[in-house]
Every structure is written in C-alpha cells, then in structure tokens.
C-alpha cells in the first residue's frame, strides 16, 4: 500500500524535476496549477475512499467473502468515478484557463494552460484504475492496487523526457508533454487495473445480487463519498489561499512554493498510505462491532505518523540544500524552498495525525466529522495563520503560520476522535474507580 501511494506522488515530483529544466517561469506556472489539480484530484480521491469504506463495511457485516454483491459494487464504483471525471474535466477546462489569466502574467498563463488541458484528460482516465484499486483494497487485495499505482509512475517518469524535449519522431511539447506522459502512463495502467480485478473476483459467485440494488450501493458509497469528496477537496481551499499569498511575493516565490507542495506530497504519501491501509481495518472491525479493536489500531497508527513526521522533518532540514538544488538552479528559488522546509517537522505532525483522523471518521461511519475537521482546517484556520504571519513576519510568516494551522487542527481532530470513542480514553485504558 505504501510503494502504492508512493509512487502516486511521485508523478508529481518526477514532473516538477522536468519541468525544472524549462526555466522558474515554467516552475510558477506549475505551481500555479497546483490549486486547481489538488482539488480535483482530491475529489476523486474522496470517492476513491467512499468506495473503500463502503465495500469493506459490508465485507465485514457479512464476514467476508466475494459474491455477487461484490461484483455489483465494483461496476457501480466505475460508473460513478467516470462520471464524476468527465464532469470535472468539463468543468475544469471552462474555468481554469480564465482563472489563470486573471492570476498572473499572460505567459507564465498560457504555460500553465499548456499543462492543466491534458491533465484534465488524464483525470477522466484515471478514474478506472483509481475505483478498481478503490475496491481492490476495500477486499483487502492491497498489493494489487500498488502495482498498478506503480506502473503509471514508473511509464510517467519514462515519457516525460520524450514529451517534453522531444525523441525521433515525437516533438518537444514542453510543459504539455508532462501531462500528456501522465495521459499515456494512465491508459496503461487502466489496462492493468482491468485485469487485475478481472482475477480478483474469478473466484467470485455469479448471480444477481440478492437483496442489492444499484441505487442501494449509489447510496451507500455516497453516505460516506459524499463526505469525503468535501472533506478532500476543501484541503486544495487553503493551498489556493496560500498560492494566493505567495503570488503577492513574485514569481520566484510561487515557484519555491510549487517546489515545496510537490515535496509535501511526496512525504505525506506515507499518512495518506496509512489512512487508506487503515481504512479497510477500520471499516471491517466498525462493521462487524469490534470498536475497541479499531480504537487500537488507530492509536497505533497515530503514533507511527508522529514518529515519521520528526524523523522526515529532520531529515529534510539536513538535505534542504542539495535538495532543492535538484529542482532548480536558482539561488532564490532555492533559498525559499530551505525557508519551507525549516517548519516541516510541525507541518507533518500535523498534517500526518489530521490525514490519518479524517480517513478514519470516514470508515467508521462518522464522515460529517471528517468534513468539519477539513472545513475548519482548510476555511478558517489555514488561511488565518497564513494571511497573519504573513503580514506580520512575510515569507517566513507565511509558512510558519501554515505550520501552526496544522498542528492546531490536529489537536482539535484528536479531541474529537476520543468524543467518538474511536482511541482509546482514560477510561477504557484504566479500570473504573
């Protein structure tokens, strides 16, 4: 599960590393978009999990096992993820290139609309392989999802440079050729995705589902989807605040920051990873009754993410230099990417425990929980910190006040998670006086 969503992130770490090579104007137009991929991205990602909660709760009700309700879930799932991507990529190529326009210059915008058209046709892509693996972990077939989640990164990493700066036949395409790497790498892997769950459920009974029906399974991934897709998609809220802010710095600020977001996201891929890897448990140990069990094993994996956000924050501040000397050769640039990362151990603790929270809420059937915590984190208390320190304190204030945000948010979130009884509280630890 982690190499899974490891490699996931990278996509967007190998495009920043190409992108780099094309100049700073070409990195602030990536980071230009980055508001705008995240919440799209976090919208499929929302539903991704609504259909991972929902196909292991009713795994666990029913005490395992694939059957014909299995294989009307999987069909449902697809469905509704091609849906929901033709309809944000329509949505997106109307509004994103005039908002782009309206942000910046005309030429860092006509890079950044260079790269944003094919990714849009990327995400209607992406939907398949992403619901398949949806519910391939929701059986518990973890690994499986992962190599597909490879195969699209390792094809991506590979093409960028023949899109980008051209091969033989094929010409440069320059920033378009990074997503157009990513639309070709994800039809593969939609191939793959295909015939991995094809052998899943081989073994599956036939039939018609007795007792299930489609608008019943719509419902069911909805109740929790729904929820979800919110939750996920106010994060990108505040990181357009954020970009919003830095924009007021120059050009050379927002691509430090586009530098510093693809860096986050490789990181937090571990929380992500264990959120998603926890929400199967969860879900199944929630359906079946078994509440004490999944309080311990969130608490476990708290813990672990605590312990990761030190050891990853640390670290970074080490290698901060030679670092972001690998995404760019501006001394400027380079100097603000070393500025963000001196607050990463906060950022990550925070940002590590919230992740792990929210996915948790979402298995354990309490979704609007989940959306509230991302509200209040996304909404109120990110771009507060950041528009505060910012003015009082500038750049450095700037990333400071997203580190504070963070770490409040998740304080706040482990309050609430003791209030649903999923960790365990003083009273379930010691025996009543």
């Known amino acids: 599960m982690f190499m899974g969503m ?6 967007g770490v190998v495009d920043a ?106 995400m209607v892509l992406l939907s398949v392989p992403m619901s398949l693996t949806a519910c391939m972990r929701g059986f518990g077939e973890t690994r499986s999802s992962a190599t597909v989640m490879t195969l699209a990164s390792v094809l991506n990493a590979g093409l960028d440079p023949v899109f980008m700066f051209g091969y033989g036949p094929i010409p440069a395409y320059g920033m378009a050729g990074a997503s157009i790497s990513t639309v070709a790498a994800y039809v593969v892997s939609m191939v793959y995705a295909s015939v991995l769950m094809r052998r899943t459920m081989k ?106 956000a030190v050891l990853i924050g640390g670290l970074l501040n080490v290698v901060a230099a030679p670092l972001a000397g690998m995404f760019t050769q501006q001394g400027s640039v380079a100097e603000i990417v070393q500025l963000a990362l001196i607050f990463a151990p906060i950022s990550y603790i925070g940002a590590g425990l919230n992740i792990t929270t929210m996915s948790c809420f979402n298995a354990a059937g309490h979704p609007p929980l989940a959306t509230k915590l991302s509200a209040m984190y996304s909404v109120l208390l990110l771009p507060l910190g950041c528009l505060v320190g910012s003015q009082w304190f500038g750049l450095p204030g700037l990333f400071g006040g997203s580190a504070c945000a963070s770490a409040i948010a998740a304080t706040i979130g482990t309050r609430w998670m003791r209030h649903a009884d999923l960790l365990p509280s003083a009273r379930v630890e010691q025996p009543a006086e």
């Open 203 to 308: 073994g599956a009974a036939r039939g018609a589902p007795r007792g299930l029906r489609t608008r019943t399974v719509v419902r069911e991934v909805a109740a929790i989807g729904g929820p979800a897709m919110l939750a996920q998609a106010l994060g990108p809220v505040g990181a357009s605040v954020v970009t919003a802010l830095a924009t007021g710095f120059g050009p050379t600020a927002l691509a430090g920051l586009g530098i510093v977001q693809r860096i986050d996201l490789l990181v937090v891929i571990v929380p992500v990873a264990t959120g998603a890897g926890a929400m199967p448990l969860v879900g199944h140990l929630a359906g079946a009754g078994n509440r004490p069990r999944a309080a311990e094993a969130l608490q476990l994996a708290r813990r672990s993410m605590v312990l990761w």
């Open 17 to 122: 590393f190409f992108i780099g090579m094309l100049g700073t104007e070409a990195l602030a137009a990536f980071g230009l978009c980055y508001p705008a991929v995240m919440v799209l991205q976090a919208l499929m990602f929302g539903l991704a999990n609504g259909i991972t909660a929902s196909v292991a709760r009713a795994r666990g009700q029913r005490g395992g096992g694939l059957g014909p309700q299995d294989r009307l879930r999987v069909s449902v799932a697809v469905r509704m993820a091609v849906a929901l991507a033709m309809f944000l990529a329509a949505l997106g190529a109307i509004v994103g290139p005039p908002a782009f326009h309206h942000a910046t210059s005309e030429s860092i915008a006509k890079l950044a609309t260079a790269y944003y058209l094919p990714f849009l046709l990327s």
């Open 6 to 11: 490891v490699m996931i992130a990278l996509v």
